[in-house]
């Protein structure tokens, strides 16, 4: 796709063609002291001629358990069973004794025992809570599986504890240490006692005792079994962050324990809130102990493994992004290897363009130099793109420099990282209910992040934190960010909530209440959607779309494709399993993609649609899987996300096999590659016609002044430059996004005819 506004600024060597002076856009970064061959370079390791890797990424850490594999001791072990007898006295094992948490082994299972169900640990970042908790807690005698009787059925209840986590990556890491830690596979069909559960990749060994989920899939959960009987314990974990999710499972749980537990056969389910910047009071507010019939244990951990230095900046930086590449490069020339650097920036933009810049440079740097190799991580990267930054560097005497958003803010731990350097900013989604749109701007975080970001560092040895802000700066913070439930679209949320029965949204239990324009807004939608009756509860097609593990307005869409009228089910699913891959799958062009520019641009005719951006994510997905040569060279002769596509593969696999769980599939098809036919253009009409059952709000008509005017509430958008239809008029269109950057703009395009908005408006 074209992309003007999502190009960065061209860089241009300055005159003299000196390497160490770049620009970017208007600005000039030198880099001369940074690059310069250092009068003390760091040391490269004796060689014996053959150049060893830096012991940082290479010695210090192993892969994260996946599969088969050995345990410390070096002997393959078959899970569960052997687990304890696996871990004894192993390194690994006295890692875990060093953490501050292991002292309060027997004050946190006590706390749980006899009538006691809730508690809050409130324990430093890195002080072991994610990791420790839950394995101090799987061998309680309340964490057995136990059969009881409900109603007429004997049932069986608990034996499992599920600790939550806001995001996948987290999830995912944390299984992978622990199962580490328990010396036990974590693979699919295999036995062992961890597991994860995040949308579209589920890892559950049989046996698991402990599994790791993100907020959104335990919701899910608790949708299918409101008693959560296959789990003794939850553990809410990075409380502080007050997503939407975890609010809603705070909510759910506090109903939990204020029941009668008959759901349960009269078993408790035990519930921990962990974090390392909550808020106490409110939390305890809460869960008050009038209603939930047991007081709530609180416990403070003190002190972490390692040391943290912390540095402010002497005045305000007048350019992040300049500062940010120089402290990388100063700490790349005064700090020793190993120790590796973790980076927090805005947001994907910043970070490709940081990590061009810090690639380009550290291929000039002389050999006695090591180099710096720059990983990426932002939430839209696909799953396998994301562990990369998790991996040891792969060239031998190199840094690594992992560029991340605020995804790597808590719970994770990027093995090898010794600095931390927080930018101080984070781009914040906020959503303006009476818009009807979504901002994404740059804000200054909260102390709470900030402190969340420095424990990044000193997670493995004493480490370093560089705060491009003043120490003044620091004080004026806002302690925490505002809740999301307060900033978001709480769609999802209210249909949650409807799924689960609860007719009055307004007086759920919830730490912060939404205002009622959003939740109104949020109504009219479901309303629309058809997931709500006229008297506003909940009808068949909302509770699948509840169920659906897709944003509502898609699944809306899933579900009219299998309608007879538009028969286009397998078409729509494709283009879903393209569009929730993660990023957009063309890759931006960049000024180094200059000669072989319009060679790619010529590939990529064969998929570009006039009808716009949905109907060319059909083409690239049908002739990416009819490809029969090499996929891999497909992608790179069209700079299309080779990991994308792939996940995008996998989750066609998997949202064709709920649709015919679901019956909405007669059959599967048969498995690729199958020939490519195109579309024909009245079957595109029927296609897009359906995605306005779910989109029909986000519709925009071409004022005479050529501008789009939205549909609803009448403001003015800007059709995306990453869109095939930016730069041209239609009569209307339809967006499936709609985010406030620099402009207000329209993403994810596509050309509609205005009758088919008016009819789909008018289907309630
Ligand atoms: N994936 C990993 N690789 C290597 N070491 C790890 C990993 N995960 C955890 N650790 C080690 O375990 C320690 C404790 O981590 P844990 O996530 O349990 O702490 P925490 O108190 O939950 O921290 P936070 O509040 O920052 O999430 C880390 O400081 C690190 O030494």
Not at 207 to 213: A, P, R, V
Request: hydrophobic share 35%; charged share 25%; aromatic share 6%.
């Amino acid at each position: 796709m074209t992309g003007e506004e999502n190009r960065p600024a061209k860089r241009r060597k300055t005159k003299g063609n000196n390497p160490s002076i770049v620009k970017i856009g208007d600005k000039t970064i030198d880099l001369t002291a940074y690059l310069r061959p250092q009068e003390n370079p760091v040391k490269k390791p004796p060689t014996n001629g053959v150049e060893k890797a830096s012991p940082t990424t290479e010695e210090k850490q192993e892969p994260e358990t996946k599969g088969n594999e050995k345990t410390e001791a070096g002997k393959p072990h078959k899970g569960v069973s052997k687990r304890h007898q696996n871990a004894r006295a192993t390194p690994m094992l006295r890692a875990r004794k060093a953490l501050p948490i292991w002292a309060h082994q027997e004050d946190i299972k006590s706390s749980l025992r006899k009538d006691n169900d809730i508690l809050l640990i409130v324990g430093e970042t890195g002080s072991g809570k994610s990791t420790q908790v839950p394995q101090f807690l799987c061998d309680e005698p309340w964490c057995r599986k136990k059969k009881v009787q409900v109603g007429s059925n004997t049932v069986n209840v608990g034996g499992m504890i599920a600790i939550t986590q806001p995001r996948r990556v987290a999830a995912i890491t944390l299984a992978g240490r622990v199962a580490k830690e328990m010396g036990t596979p974590l693979a699919p069909r295999q036995e062992g006692s961890v597991g994860y559960s995040v949308r579209f990749d589920h890892v559950v060994p049989k046996g698991t005792k402990i599994k790791f989920l993100t907020e959104g899939m335990l919701l899910q959960e608790l949708l299918r079994d409101p008693s959560l009987r296959q789990y003794s314990a939850i553990i809410v974990d990075e409380i502080h962050e007050r997503s939407v999710d975890v609010d809603l499972i705070a909510g759910f749980l506090k109903q939990i324990l204020a029941s009668d537990k008959a759901g349960r056969g009269g078993i408790p389910l035990k519930v921990v809130v962990m974090s390392a910047t909550a808020d106490v009071e409110k939390i305890q507010e809460f869960f008050n102990p009038q209603d939930v019939h047991s007081s709530m244990q609180l416990l403070r951990i003190k002190g972490r493994q390692f040391p943290v230095e912390i540095h402010h900046t002497d005045r305000p930086v007048p350019d992040i992004q300049e500062a940010l590449i120089k402290q990388i490069f100063d700490i790349h020339q005064q700090e020793p290897l190993p120790g590796d650097i973790l980076a927090f920036l805005t947001g994907q933009e910043e970070i490709e363009a940081a990590q061009r810049l810090i690639e380009e440079h550290s291929a000039t740097l002389p050999s006695n130099v090591p180099k710096i190799q720059a990983f990426p991580l932002y939430g839209q990267l696909s799953i396998q793109a994301q562990q990369d930054a998790f991996k040891p560097a792969k060239q031998a005497y190199t840094r690594k420099v992992v560029l991340a958003t605020n995804i790597a803010e808590t719970s994770v731990t990027v093995p090898g990282v010794r600095y931390v350097i927080d930018c101080g900013k984070a781009k914040v989604k906020q959503f303006r209910a009476r818009l009807g749109m979504e901002s994404l701007l740059a804000k200054a975080i909260s102390k709470s992040s900030a402190i969340q970001r420095t424990g990044r560092a000193g997670r493995e040895g004493p480490g370093k934190c560089y705060r491009l802000y003043t120490a003044e700066t620091y004080e004026s913070l806002q302690e925490a960010d505002l809740p999301e439930i307060l900033r978001n679209d709480i769609l999802g949320a209210v249909l949650t909530m409807k799924a689960r029965g609860i007719n009055d949204v307004l007086s759920f239990p919830l730490m912060d209440s939404p205002d009622v324009d959003s939740v109104e807004k949020a109504l009219l939608q479901l309303l629309f959607l058809e997931a709500l009756a006229s008297d506003g509860t909940i009808t068949e097609v909302g509770r699948k779309l509840a169920l659906f593990p897709v944003s509502a307005p898609y699944g809306r869409v899933l579900l009219a494709a299998a309608e007879p009228e538009y028969d286009c089910l397998l078409e729509v699913i494709d283009i879903i399993a393209c569009l929730t891959s993660g990023e957009n799958i063309f890759h931006q062009l960049q000024a180094e993609d200059e000669p072989t520019r319009d060679d790619v641009e010529e590939h990529r005719k064969e998929l570009y649609r006039r009808e716009g951006d949905i109907l060319t994510y059909l083409t690239a997905m049908q002739r990416y899987a009819a490809e029969n040569a090499d996929r891999i060279d497909w992608c790179r002769r069209r700079r299309i996300n080779v990991r994308n596509m792939k996940q995008a593969l996998s989750i066609r696999q998997q949202l064709r096999g709920i649709c015919a769980r679901e019956k909405l599939l007669a059959e599967l098809p048969p498995p690729d590659p199958q020939p490519f036919v195109p579309l024909p253009p009245e079957r595109a009409d029927a296609l897009l016609r359906c995605f306005l059952r779910g989109f029909a709000l986000r519709t925009a008509l071409l004022a005479p002044d050529s501008s789009y005017v939205t549909v609803q509430d009448r403001h003015v958008v800007a059709v995306h430059p990453s869109s095939v239809l930016h730069g041209h008029r239609r009569e209307a269109i339809m967006f499936l996004e709609h985010v406030f950057t620099q402009k207000n703009y329209a993403k994810k395009v596509s050309a509609v005819q205005a009758d088919w908005i008016v009819e789909a408006m008018g289907r309630r």
